[in-house]
């Protein structure tokens, strides 16, 4: 089964490209492709972590059911854009999914077979956040049938994952020269840059003692100051 893209259709020339290529239903019936099968209701649910770090790896869930109480699915594709920052990972995403390396942003495709009625199918997508990445991400995942759907509003669904991410510096006074059993005061400067709100934060630091905050709490942007003791030896 080839899936090919039609852009302006109704025009003189319109163009084509080719979105994916499965394995189509058997049969003894004929010497060329089957003919198209009654119109079959597919669906899209895509799921993912709430949450994330940069650098970390990630993996969403995408769940395709036929929900047709008898026409049955020859197969689909789906197709998903990455957002920028995130890399495609396919040792650990299924095997029927890959990655336009050259595109910008990068497009998934996942190609599925046969789907009886009523039945469903997962596929994961795996990639890996850029280290420098502390934003919210949204992206949409689609699906679009062999056979022709006549509902379109499932045929599409959004995930969003957001960054948690926090950034610390550490000051003492640079005029201090102090002796043996002196204490020096640390300073520390906490800064929420993520994307999510940060509850019950605790800065510790093996050289220094109670250490206290302003808040332990902070929206994203925000920052506080943290103040701590460290005992000459």
């Known amino acids: 089964v080839y899936q090919v893209e039609v852009t302006n259709p109704s025009s003189a ?4 490209r080719a979105v994916s290529v499965s394995k189509g239903p058997e049969t003894n019936y004929n010497d060329g492709a089957a003919i198209p099968g009654s119109p079959v209701d597919l669906s899209i649910e895509k799921n993912g972590p709430a949450s994330y770090e940069p650098g970390d790896d990630l993996e969403f869930t995408l769940t395709v059911t036929n929900n047709s109480t008898v026409a049955a699915s020859s197969g689909s594709t789906i197709t998903d854009v990455l957002p920028a920052g995130l890399s495609f990972d396919p040792a650990n995403s299924s095997a029927s999914c890959s990655v336009n390396p050259d595109g910008d942003p990068q497009e998934v495709t996942c190609v599925t077979g046969q789907l009886s009625a009523g039945a469903s199918v997962d596929l994961t997508i795996a990639v890996t956040a850029g280290a420098a990445m502390t934003e ?3 992206n949409t995942a689609s699906v679009l049938g062999n056979e022709a759907d006549n509902n379109a509003s499932n045929n599409t669904d959004t995930a969003e994952t957001c960054a948690r991410s926090i950034a610390i ?10 002796a043996e059993g002196e204490e020096v005061p640390y300073t520390f400067e906490v800064t929420n840059t993520g994307a999510l709100p940060i509850t019950e934060m605790v800065v510790t630091d093996p050289n220094a003692t109670d250490i206290t905050c302003d808040t332990d709490e902070l929206a994203p942007g925000e920052s506080t100051t943290c103040t701590g003791i460290h005992v000459v030896t």
């Not at 510096?169 to 102090?178: H, S, V, Y």
């Open 169 to 178: 510096t550490k000051a003492t006074p640079t005029e201090l020269i102090p």
């Open 136 to 138: 919210c991400l949204v």
């Open 13 to 16: 020339n319109p163009s084509f």
